[in-house]
């Protein structure tokens, strides 16, 4: 069973940086790819970035190319999001999902976690 | 705005039909798969069909998804109090090499 537990939120002031972090208890995290999804307070859904299972297929949505970065250690059954020059813009709910599984055949975006609150504000 | 393009309110009776729109291109849509979510207040987004029209196990019935050249449907039957939530749609968009979302549909169940 997939079970996905961001962390890494706070308050944090505009150009600094934050990682967050989305972990997985089960045994399968390796074979599946991971999302990040946030949520501005009131707003929609915003895809942020994504991973492949293996860590070797990395994409960004335009809005944070070149200040965040997705990385993955399957040791530890963790993605992380590192977020720089953070701006207020970015203040939102953060979600990881679970992406496309390695051999296909299973939907994305089945789970997710429950979310981590990044502010940015001075 | 974004890419695709969602009504942003709906509603509806008890035991009625609703149908929520999302509109796209040729680099989405048009040639993706279409991916519905429901979000309840204060909640993590909850998957309700993949792949245009498959719902995952533990979604009921009630729920559908259609696609048609650029534009895609949500349909909901015997509506109840409890899909009163923000419905939104997504797809991987081939221009811009990441996921797009609509802005979302608030549905209330009058």
């Known amino acids: 069973q997939v079970q996905l537990v961001e962390s890494g939120g706070g308050v944090v002031q505009p150009g600094r940086s934050l990682r967050l972090s989305c972990a997985d208890s089960?045994?399968?995290?390796?074979?599946?790819?991971i999302h990040w999804v946030r949520q501005a307070p009131g707003k929609g859904l915003e895809w942020v970035a994504g991973i492949s299972y293996d860590g070797s297929k990395k994409f960004y949505a335009d809005s944070v190319k070149g200040r965040f970065t997705i990385s993955r250690d399957n040791s530890e059954s963790t993605v992380y999001l590192q977020m720089n020059s953070l701006r207020a813009e970015d203040t939102a709910v953060y979600y990881c999902a679970k992406g496309r599984c390695s051999g296909g055949g299973c939907p994305e975006f089945d789970y997710w976690g429950q979310g981590t609150l990044v502010t940015v504000s001075s | 705005q974004s890419v695709l393009t969602q009504p942003p309110s709906a509603s509806g009776t008890p035991g009625q039909r609703v149908t929520i729109s999302c509109s796209g291109s040729s680099s989405n849509i048009g040639t993706k798969y279409v991916f519905w979510f429901q979000q309840l207040p204060g909640t993590a987004p909850k998957l309700l069909i993949y792949s245009n029209n498959q719902r995952p196990s533990g979604v009921p019935d009630r729920f559908s998804g259609s696609k048609s050249g650029t534009s895609a449907s949500l349909a909901i039957s015997g509506l109840r109090s409890e899909d009163e939530a923000d419905y939104y749609c997504a797809a991987w968009d081939d221009t811009l090499s990441g996921w797009v979302f609509g802005g979302g549909t608030k549905l209330t169940v009058l």
């Open positions: 089960g045994f399968t995290f390796s074979t599946y790819g």
